[in-house]
Structure formats: C-alpha cells, structure tokens
C-alpha cells in the first residue's frame, strides 16, 4: 500500500519545524484543513487575510490564533512595505512601479509567496478560491524556477479509495493543472520532472506512460506524433527511465490489455506515472478518476519552483488542504 504524504510525514518529520503559508486565510475549508495539520505535529501555519474575517473561520472552528497559528493581514502587516519593494526589485523590468509593486504585495497571494521567497514560511498554498491561472502566474513571478528546471508544470497524486477494484493503485497524473498545449520537447521535460516527482512523493519506481487516443500506431494524427517524439526525446535524455508511448489510458492501466496492445511492454498495463497529451486531458482525467472512480486527488502540485508553492482545486475539502500542507513540507525536504 502507498504511504499518504501525511503517513510518509510521521514517519519521518523535518529537522526544523516547517512553516506553511496559506494565501486564503479566511476559506473555512483552509482554516479546518490548517487546524489539522498543526494538531498532527505536521507544521506552524500562517493564515494570510483580513484580520477579522481569519478571526471568525478560526472562531467558527472553535479555534483561536495561538502559539503555531499566526494570522498576517497583508493590509496591516509590517511585512508589506518590504514585500512591495521587493516586489518592484523583482519586476521593474516588465514596467512595474513602486504603487503598482505595493497594490501586489497587499494581495494574499503575492504576501504569501513572499513569505516563502524571504524565508519566513517553508511553502505556501492556496487555491481554494483563485483560480489555478492566478496561483500559478504568481508563484513563478515570485518563487520563481528552480536552476536547471527548465519548465515549471504540476501534477496530482492519485490515491485509490479502500474498496478499489484489484489493480487500483496510487498514481501520478500530469499535467492537469498548468501547461495548456505542451510541445513534444515541453512533454518530455514534464514526463521526467513527474517520474522525479513519483520518486519523491510516491516512493515508487516510476513507469511513465506517454497518453494518446493511440497505442503503438493505432492511428495516425499529427497530435499522435507529439506524443511520439515526446516519448523518443525522453528516451534519449534518460535513458534509464521505464516509459512506453503512445499508449491508451485502458493499454497503461489493465495488464492484459497492454498485453494485447504493447506486448513485451515493461510499462504497459503496470504505469504509475500518466502523462497527459494536453491540459484538457489531463484536467478532465483527473476529475473523472476522483469524482466517478472514488480517487483522492492531492493538487495541483507544483515542480519546477524554486521553493514550494502548491495549489488546489476550488471544489476542494478540508482533508485535501491538509494532503496538500504534507506534500508541501515533503517537497520542501527533497528540493
Ligand atoms: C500558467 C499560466 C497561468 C501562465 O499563463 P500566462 O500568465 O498567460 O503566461 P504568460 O505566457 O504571460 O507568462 C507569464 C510568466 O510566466 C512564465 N511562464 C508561463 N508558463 C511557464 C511555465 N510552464 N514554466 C515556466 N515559466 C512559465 C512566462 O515566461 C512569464 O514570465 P515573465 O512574466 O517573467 O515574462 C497559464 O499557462 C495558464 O493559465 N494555465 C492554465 C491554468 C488553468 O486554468 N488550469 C486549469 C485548472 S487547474
Ligand atoms: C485543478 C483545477 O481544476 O482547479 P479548479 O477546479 O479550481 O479549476
């Protein structure tokens, strides 16, 4: 059975007490999700918002800020000031001004990915109410990338429910979240930043399947091709990586079926690592696995970044926002 990144998290706690930012302090399902990771001994939490709206989602939850709690309003914060100017420093170049610097560093996304790129907080988290464009323009406007990453993407974490049907086992998928339409180079680098990330957070072999509506020249198409050469270049980039493509979804998943359709395969029908052809596959796959195939979704995560920012799905739980804190502080340890 795959560990959960909280199960991999108790098993083996950072030396330094981890600190989260959470950009969207006053979302009840933040606050609940916050509350837990700090009563597991995961990390301190910081809940960035309006002073009095934090106050009453923690009151709601029968909670106040505490030793471990903290609450920053961005509005009133001592912080802010040096955040703006930082800010500036960062972008001037694409024409940002000093008001325009300060209007930013008062948004919660902006204060909270400042609190990780000072220091102060060892990785932030926040899409329960902005959307994925916004988190994510933000973190790499902030964070920003990682030497030698070359692309930042994400991907999810897929666990199988309990009563999964035999074969169901825990999965990455990407990228679900963030690069709309990758080229067959951007497709390489996304599938070997996920077998890394696989290895990372899965503690899992990674076996990479490249997706397509096409399995080993079932049909011809130019977006087949993409797949094709993705699959090519990561082979010839690492070569001791296990990946097979293109590859149906029912080819990558059910061992028989791979069988039949890529024989000889050491991937098919065994992948763990999905990689999709494009945003629409991939963020449509991974709803349909959580919400029809019973799946816990943890994301998206974010590699690629220089330090850990992670973001969520706006229809996510208080549980997910806890995953999320676990692979935040997981990541945080392996970068
Ligand atoms: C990530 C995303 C927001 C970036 O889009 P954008 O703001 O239009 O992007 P731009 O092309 O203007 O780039 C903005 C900056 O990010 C950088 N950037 C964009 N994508 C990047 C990537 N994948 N890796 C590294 N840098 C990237 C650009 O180089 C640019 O940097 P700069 O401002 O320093 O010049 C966009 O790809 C997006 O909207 N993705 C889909 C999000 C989504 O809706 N997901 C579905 C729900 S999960
Ligand atoms: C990841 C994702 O799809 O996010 P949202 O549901 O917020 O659009």
Redesign the pocket.
Known sequence: MTKTPIELLRESAPATRPVIALSEGQDPRIVAGALAAHKADLADVILVGPQAEVEAALQAEGASASDGVAIHDPATSDLTEEFANLYYELRKH?GVDLAKARAVAETQLAYAAMLVRTGRATGTVGGAVH????V??TA??IIG?APNAG????FFLMYPPENAQPGARAMLYSD?????DPSSAELAKIASASAASARALLRTEPKIAMLSFSTKGSAKHPVVNKVIEATDTLRADAPDLQVDGELQFDAAFVPSVGERKSPGSDVAGQANVMIFPN?DAG?ISYKITQRIGGYSAIG?VMQ?LAQPAN?L?RGCSADDVTQIIAVTILQAQTN
Not at 151 to 154: L, R, T
Not at 176 to 180: A, F, N, P, T
């Open positions: 694409k959307t994925t464009g916004d994510v323009r790499i406007q990338m692309m930042i993407s994400s679900c979240g963030l690069v709309i945003l963020n998206p690629g973001d799905s």
